[in-house]
């Protein structure tokens, strides 16, 4: 069974910096594709990044391109978002999914795998 443990969230001023981490277990990965999503309070959970966890491709929402940066561990079965920039419109819940699939795609139903979610939170 895949398991995904998310940490790094926590409270930050706008311009700041932070570095979520996902901790994968149950599976071998090679064949997935990891992404981040998160969800702000009364909105919908959205995409945010992706990486196949193979080739190593990585894939952006528009909204972060440029300022979040997605990469992984193989030996240590861990994918990383780091967040540069931050502003207040990125406060959100950021979950980490997985999907068994060489494929990229930011829908949210396409994620069988789901960890609990972190909190991030960038003051003005």
């Known amino acids: 069974q895949v398991q995904l443990v998310e940490s790094g969230g926590g409270l930050v001023q706008a311009g700041g910096s932070l570095r979520l981490s996902c901790a994968a277990s149950?599976?071998?990965?090679?064949?997935?594709?990891m992404g981040w999503f998160r969800q702000a309070p009364g909105k919908e959970r959205e995409f945010v990044s992706a990486?196949?966890?193979?080739?190593?491709?990585?894939y952006y929402a528009g909204s972060v391109k440029g300022r979040f940066t997605i990469s992984r561990d193989n030996a240590k079965n861990e994918v990383y978002l780091q967040m540069n920039s931050l502003k207040p419109e990125d406060t959100a819940v950021y979950y980490c999914?997985?999907?068994?699939?060489?494929?990229?795609?930011?829908?949210?139903?396409?994620?069988?795998?789901w960890g609990q979610g972190t909190q991030v939170t960038v003051s003005s």
């Open positions: 999914a997985a999907r068994y699939s060489s494929g990229y795609s930011p829908s949210v139903n396409v994620y069988p795998h």
């Open positions: 149950g599976r071998a990965f090679s064949s997935y594709t």
């Open positions: 990486i196949t966890w193979n080739t190593g491709n990585t």
